[in-house]
């Protein structure tokens, strides 16, 4: 059976991560979390002292580069871990502080060049759902079905507030909204492969979705697409 790429890309916390896993499980393709690559870059430049909350010394991370080796394994129940060298780093990654530290470090132009250099790699044998911010532009803009996710700030704020919370950190909402509005201007203005729907993108607001209805929908435009190559 012929298999296509699917390239989901949108806003921070609109839902498009748990989507894309759950598609991949669905059809039984690869799943690439190109965000926790972001993530794991990020949390190297911080233990390393070269990302602060005011700072990145670039030059020294660019020189580094080659010391970080990034590897996503699938596990058992669709269940994705993130290894930075041996270490698995899947929820040091999913701070608050690691996340603003992730939207700075991917509008570095080495950054985003070496990992889009390894995403392509990773689908170039298609079966593959890839999620971030410019798949379907940059990443793989040949991608035979492309979604751009999208919610209201607020609600995406919420989602994340919740996911917080029950991790057990500690915040509030006015700061993780402030986050995502942050997120959102940096993501969309950065020179280097901004955030933005391709002209082919399918586009999916789920500021009013429940998650069932997130997933039947995306569900039932994949067969369709994946029909249309049969």
Request: hydrophobic fraction near 40%; glycine fraction near 6%; aromatic fraction near 6%.
């Amino acid at each position: 059976m012929k298999k296509i790429v699917v390239a989901i890309d949108g806003l921070s916390s609109c839902g498009k991560s748990t989507m894309a896993k759950e598609l991949a499980q669905y059809a039984g393709y690869i799943y690439v979390d190109t965000g926790a690559m972001y993530r794991a870059l990020a949390l190297f430049g911080i233990r390393n002292g070269w990302i602060t909350p005011d700072a990145i010394n670039g030059e020294a991370l660019e020189k580094q580069l080659d010391r970080v080796h990034i590897t996503l394994k699938n596990m058992d129940k669709g269940l994705q871990h993130v290894y930075l060298g041996d270490e698995d780093v899947t929820a040091d990654i999913r701070t608050l502080a690691v996340g603003d530290a992730a939207s700075r470090v991917s509008t570095l132009k080495f950054v985003r060049r070496e990992l889009v250099r390894q995403q392509q790699l990773m689908g170039r044998e298609k079966g593959v759902v890839m999620d971030g911010r410019d798949i379907g532009t940059v990443v793989f803009p040949q991608a035979e079905l492309k979604v751009f996710v999208t919610a209201t700030p607020e609600v995406r704020a919420m989602r994340r507030f919740e996911e917080l919370k029950a991790k057990g950190q500690t915040t509030d909402f006015q700061t993780v909204l402030a986050d995502v509005c942050a997120r959102d201007e940096r993501d969309s203005r950065r020179e280097e492969s901004p955030l933005r729907q391709a002209d082919d993108a399918w586009l999916l607001d789920t500021s009013n979705l429940t998650r069932e209805q997130q997933r039947t929908i995306l569900f039932d435009k994949f067969d369709a697409r994946l029909q249309a190559f049969l």
